[in-house]
């Protein structure tokens, strides 16, 4: 066989192996009935950047962006209805709070983490104000929120700063708070993915952070862990410019390595999230991960497949991965966004039950930038046919 078409055969094959696995695969129904705007509850201003969990009582809380603060919303009836909005933190002059997480932990009071981050003023920076990492707790179920921290100051200038938290508590009860740093890379446009630790529920933290995955050259971004069920393994999703265009990556660590380990892009601890491959071309960022209770997991990340090549107008699409967080196939979009609008800085929340809810900042069903949600379920396609 001449190697031209023996090249053609391994392509083939390849294909035909690629395909096998997204028939194989569970993948997830929306149900558009469920479309429902959460915040703002009317036009006077915008909403950006919503995260929510499921708490121990069954409510519902999501936290988001919302004139230059964070606040939150609670649901007792699974997102048919929300309260009005609770404040966490008020911007500062000349800066805003900036993408909020949060994760309710082991003795049921919540951790919210969010990022200041400095305006240039009459086109300078101010010295005085620093891009930062900072973490707040409520212990009444998200009605009051205290015991405010500094944990992370970078520079006050954009190209120097830090981004995006996001943290996990380990069965131990360390808290492992993941975000995107340049601030260590002031002569180059570099970024890592570093940690800081938490031993007593979030009131006190490590000083140094502690960088675990870097390339050199490139930017690793937006990182959000997860503790895989049934392991002693944290994947975290990245997204990742190695290759060109930002595509969604995970990186793995044990328990044993506990963030010991700096992993960069050849590491087999950092592999490539989808399956197949998206073209060069396309940008896929802002990844979000989460498992399901029957072992799935699903991973979500705005995109320009299918669209224009402007990030900036891009919308949602979650793919289902293996129990392992391993070949995410199916992908699917939630939210139907023309293509003259914008689906951007998404997220994924999974309840007890397995459903799946899909959250979206976007500009399609109103004049102004909304959080809007929608419910999906997990099916298996070979039971469909």
Same mark, same amino acid.
Not at 116 to 131: A, L, V, Y
Not at 158 to 166: A, I, K, Q, R, T
Not at 168 to 183: A, T, V, W
Not at 355 to 365: E, F, N, R
């Given at each position: 066989?001449k190697?031209?078409?023996f090249?053609t055969l ?9 395909q096998?696995?997204?028939?194989n695969?569970?993948a997830?129904?929306?149900?558009? =009935? ?10 006077n201003?915008?909403?950006d950047y919503a ?18 603060? @964070?606040?939150?919303t609670q649901?007792d ?8 909005p ?6 500062a ?7 909020p +997480?949060i994760?309710e932990?082991?003795?049921h009071s919540?951790l919210?983490?969010y990022?200041?981050?400095?305006n240039? #003023? ?6 005085t104000?620093?891009?930062?990492i900072?973490t ?8 009051t ?18 981004? +995006?938290p996001?943290q ?6 360390? #808290?492992?708070?993941?975000?995107s ?13 570093? #940690?800081?630790?938490s *031993?007593? =529920? ?5 000083t140094k952070?502690e ?7 490139h930017?690793d971004g937006?990182?959000?862990p @997860? ?5 002693k +393994?944290?994947?975290?999703? @990245?997204?990742?410019n190695s ?11 044990s328990?044993n390595?506990n ?9 087999p601890?950092?592999t490539?999230?989808l ?15 989460r ?7 699903v ?6 497949f299918g669209?224009?090549?402007n990030?900036?107008?891009a ?5 289902v ?6 070949? *995410?196939?199916?992908?699917a979009?939630? *939210?139907?966004?023309?293509?003259n609008?914008h ?11 397995g459903?799946?809810i899909?959250?979206t900042?976007?500009d ?14 997990? @099916?298996?396609?070979?039971d469909?046919?």
């Amino acid at each position: 066989m001449k190697l031209k078409g023996f090249i053609t055969l391994i392509v083939l094959v390849l294909l035909s192996c690629t395909q096998l696995k997204a028939q194989n695969a569970p993948a997830i129904i929306w149900d558009q =009935s469920t479309l429902k705007q959460v915040v703002p509850l009317s036009g006077n201003k915008s909403a950006d950047y919503a995260r929510m969990i499921q708490l121990h009582n069954g409510n519902l809380l999501c936290v988001y962006e919302s004139g230059s603060g @964070i606040e939150c919303t609670q649901s007792d009836d699974l997102g048919k209805t929300w309260l009005s909005p609770v404040i966490i933190a008020r911007p500062a002059a000349g800066v805003n709070m900036s993408v909020p +997480e949060i994760l309710e932990l082991k003795d049921h009071s919540l951790l919210a983490s969010y990022n200041p981050r400095p305006n240039k #003023i009459n086109g300078s920076w101010d010295t005085t104000k620093h891009f930062a990492i900072r973490t707040k707790k409520s212990y009444d179920h998200g009605k009051t929120w205290q015991d405010e921290r500094l944990i992370y100051e970078a520079s006050y200038k954009f190209e120097d700063g830090c981004w +995006e938290p996001s943290q996990i508590q380990l069965p131990n009860g360390e #808290i492992q708070l993941y975000f995107s740093n340049e601030g260590v890379y002031t002569h180059s446009n570099e970024q890592n993915i570093s #940690i800081f630790r938490s *031993f007593d =529920s979030g009131l006190t933290w490590t000083t140094k952070p502690e960088i675990v995955s870097f390339t050199p050259g490139h930017r690793d971004g937006m990182p959000v862990p @997860i503790i895989l069920k049934g392991t002693k +393994e944290i994947l975290f999703s @990245i997204e990742d410019n190695s290759g060109g265009q930002f595509k969604p990556s995970i990186i793995r660590n044990s328990f044993n390595q506990n963030g010991q380990k700096m992993v960069g892009a050849n590491d087999p601890e950092h592999t490539y999230a989808l399956t197949p491959k998206l073209p060069d071309t396309v940008y896929a960022g802002a990844p979000y991960l989460r498992q399901l209770p029957g072992g799935e997991t699903v991973l979500s990340y705005q995109s320009t497949f299918g669209r224009n090549s402007n990030w900036e107008l891009a919308c949602m699409q979650v793919a289902v991965g293996n129990s392992r967080g391993e070949d *995410f196939v199916n992908t699917a979009t939630p *939210f139907s966004v023309p293509l003259n609008k914008h689906g951007l800085w998404n997220s994924l929340c999974v309840l007890k039950d397995g459903t799946i809810i899909a959250l979206t900042s976007t500009d399609a069903y109103n004049s102004y930038t909304a959080i809007w949600m929608i419910t999906g379920h997990l @099916i298996n396609k070979k039971d469909t046919y």
